[in-house]
C-alpha cells in the first residue's frame, strides 16, 4: 500500500467533511425537512361540490352526508350547507374534502314530515360533473327511506315524506373523484418550489461569505 497516497485521500475526506461544506450542506438538508413538514401539513385530499334545489317543508331544512366505503354515513362526515333561495326555489351548496375519494351521499331532504320538491342535484368532482335534474335521479337506482314518489317529470320529483327522518342515499360515480384535489396538489408543489430557492440562495450567500472571508484572509 502507499501510505502518502492513503493520507492524501484522507486529508481529501477531511476537506470535504470541514466546517464550510458541513455549513453549506445544511440548507438543503433544512428544505427536504420543510418538504416534509409541508407534505404531512398538507396532506392529498378530495373535492366534492354538493348543489342540492329542493324545496322542503316550512321549518324543516336539508342534511348532506358522505361515505368513503359507500355504506356508512358518520355524523362527523356531515357536510356544512349553505342555505339560500334562487328564483323562489331553495339552495343547499356544500363542498366535501376527504381523505380518500367519496363513494356515496345520503342526503337528508327534509327533518319532519310532508311534502319535498325536488329539482335537481348537481355533483363537481375533481374528473368532471354530474347533474340529475327532476325524475333524472331515479335513474341513478337511489335509495328512497321514508320517502314515496308522488309525481315525476323532467323538471321535478314530489316526494312525500311520511316520517320525520326521511333519506336518499346514492353512489358517486367512481371517475368524477378519481383524481386528488387540483388546487391542493399546486399549493404543494408551490410551497415547495419556494422552498427549493430559498435553499439555493441560502446556499450560494454561504458560498460567497466564505470565499469572502477567504480572499480577506
Request: aromatic share 6%.
Amino acid at each position: 500500500s502507499d501510505p502518502v497516497g492513503e493520507h492524501a485521500v484522507m486529508d481529501r475526506l477531511a476537506h470535504l467533511m470541514s466546517g464550510k461544506w458541513l455549513r453549506v450542506a445544511r440548507w438543503p438538508a433544512l428544505f427536504l425537512l420543510l418538504a416534509l413538514v409541508v407534505n404531512f401539513a398538507l396532506p392529498t385530499r378530495y373535492q366534492l361540490d354538493v348543489r342540492l334545489k329542493a324545496d322542503v317543508p316550512v321549518d324543516s331544512h336539508a342534511e348532506v352526508f358522505f361515505s368513503l366505503d359507500g355504506a356508512h354515513f358518520y355524523p362527523e362526515n356531515k357536510v356544512p350547507l349553505l342555505h339560500r333561495t334562487e328564483r323562489g326555489q331553495h339552495v343547499h351548496i356544500g363542498r366535501i374534502h376527504s381523505p380518500r375519494p367519496v363513494t356515496g351521499l345520503r342526503i337528508d331532504p327534509s327533518n319532519r314530515a310532508g311534502l319535498v320538491q325536488w329539482y335537481s342535484l348537481r355533483l363537481q368532482g375533481s374528473n368532471g360533473v354530474r347533474e340529475y335534474v327532476g325524475q333524472a335521479l331515479l335513474n341513478e337506482s337511489p335509495v328512497l327511506d321514508q320517502l314515496q314518489v308522488q309525481a315525476s317529470s323532467a323538471e321535478r320529483l314530489s316526494l312525500l315524506a311520511p316520517g320525520i327522518d326521511p333519506k336518499v342515499t346514492l353512489g358517486v360515480p367512481g371517475d368524477m373523484v378519481s383524481r386528488p384535489d387540483p388546487d391542493r396538489k399546486g399549493l404543494r408543489r408551490a410551497i415547495a418550489g419556494v422552498l427549493a430557492l430559498c435553499a439555493l440562495l441560502a446556499m450560494a450567500l454561504e458560498l460567497a461569505g466564505e470565499r469572502t472571508l477567504g480572499i480577506r484572509r
